[in-house]
């Protein structure tokens, strides 16, 4: 599936290119543009240049408005083939951070599933292979994001409880392009995992062979759900322009800022090798937890700096390095994505030392209600639409990085 996001003037330019090299009627068929390959327009361009070239008139007159007619018939092939050959996946294709991508965001029903699957698709159209993994251990439903309406013969609860060695025993190819690992929720106990399980999990999931692997979270700020957004290179925390979602946004992100801090010392740093700092530990669990209230990260930077530099380094590069960012999901016509994004910002600026980047937004669709319905994603439905413009862009970004 190819995936495009074209202007206005250059469909029109690829439609007066259709109706100069085919007909009238392929050019405004919407999907003629969807079936034509390099070889379709090659055929045609011979076809057309047979009849039009001016070498085969001898009139002068004649000559001159087939060289026109031939012309116009030359730039559209090149116009068609440059589009195509624009199209194909391109191999060296990566994304900017690292290959993990986690979507989380501290409420349920804000698209963080129809994000992940719908940016999955759009990631595997570039040539990327991408796997989609449901991480909402507690409510698995990104297969049905997918267009599996039933339940999966295999989930992540058989890698989970050891009835399959390895995820790629799970893995399951969709039509749509990316690779699934799915949930299945219905299985009592699945969303607790304990801590051996969590650590067996996200030591699979860094292991697999992918260029990019996308994790659809649940919608709390449960320890696991936070450690899976922790480790992943690029963290995307949704949110709508709805109080609970931003302010939700917000808990988010200061819950897994405050919880990388706490795991510099915590059992996960001790478990990959770290050392045990019981002063440390202390501290960091007194300046985020404590009961009178937690400290801004500027000010809990500040008393390291006073009262036990020796940590400083260590807690300067854990801050810097949570680098999230926000895509504001669901926007109505007339609201501008960057108010809302503005609302998190200002506060994640004063209370948590980060600038948190507004990576894309996406409106209100039609199309997405239908898509949850219906299960036919909306990105793969309409490719030219502005939902698909959207989530390119978002795709976009990760790769550039820019
Ligand atoms: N951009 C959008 N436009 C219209 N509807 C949307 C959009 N994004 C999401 N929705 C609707 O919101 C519903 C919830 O989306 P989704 O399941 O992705 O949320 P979620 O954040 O993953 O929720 P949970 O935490 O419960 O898994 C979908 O059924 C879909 O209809
Ligand atoms: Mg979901």
């Given amino acids: 599936m190819i995936v495009s996001r074209l202007e206005t003037g250059k469909i029109r330019e690829l439609k007066a290119a259709c109706g100069c090299l085919f007909s009238e009627a392929a050019a405004e068929n919407e999907s003629f543009l969807d079936s034509l ?54 191999t060296d294709v990566a994304l900017s951070r690292g290959k993990i991508i986690a979507i ?37 439903n990104l297969h049905l994001y997918l267009g599996y ?19 790629s025993d799970v893995m399951v190819e969709t039509p749509h392009g990316p690779i699934l690992i799915g949930g299945d929720s219905s299985e009592l106990g699945s969303a607790n995992i304990d801590f051996m399980k969590k650590v067996k999990l996200i030591k699979a999931i860094n292991a697999i062979e992918a260029d990019c692997v996308l994790l659809d979270l649940g919608g709390d700020v449960s320890y696991n759900i936070l450690d899976f ?17 931003y302010i939700g946004a917000y808990h988010f992100l200061k819950a897994a800022i405050y919880r990388k801090l706490n795991r510099l010392t915590g059992v996960e740093a001790r478990s990959a090798g770290g050392r045990k700092d019981i002063a440390l530990e202390k501290y960091i669990h007194d300046a985020t937890m404590s009961e009178s209230g937690s400290k801004t990260i500027n000010e809990l930077i500040d008393s390291v700096r006073d009262e036990c530099p020796q940590y400083l380094a260590a807690i300067m590069k854990a801050v810097w390095e949570f680098n999230p960012y926000l895509v504001v999901n669901r926007v109505p016509q007339g609201v501008r994505p960057e108010e809302v994004a503005g609302k998190i910002q200002t506060v994640a600026k004063k209370w948590l030392a980060r600038d948190v980047r507004l990576l894309g937004s996406i409106g209100r669709h039609v199309d997405v209600e239908r898509s949850a319905i219906d299960l036919v994603p909306a990105i793969t439905r309409n490719q030219r639409g502005s939902f698909a413009a959207e989530i390119a862009a978002i795709g976009d970004r990760l790769v550039t990085g820019k």
């Fill in 37 to 90: 390959d390099v070889d379709m327009v090659k055929r045609a361009y011979r076809r057309n240049a047979r009849v039009h070239h001016p070498d085969m008139n001898r009139d002068t007159v004649v000559k001159d408005v087939t060289s026109d007619r031939f012309l116009a018939i030359k730039r559209s092939y090149e116009v068609l083939v440059n589009y195509l050959e624009g199209l194909k996946p391109a």
């Fill in 104 to 140: 989380g965001g501290a409420k349920g029903g804000i698209g963080k599933s129809i994000i992940a699957a719908n940016l999955g698709i759009y990631l595997a159209s570039l040539g990327l292979k991408t796997v989609l993994v449901d991480l909402d251990l507690g409510g698995s």
């Fill in 149 to 167: 309406r039933f339940l999966l013969r295999n989930s992540i609860n058989d890698f989970l409880k050891k009835r399959v060695g390895s995820l």
């Fill in 229 to 245: 957004f922790l480790q992943a290179d690029h963290g995307i925390v949704v949110t709508t322009r709805d109080s609970a979602a």
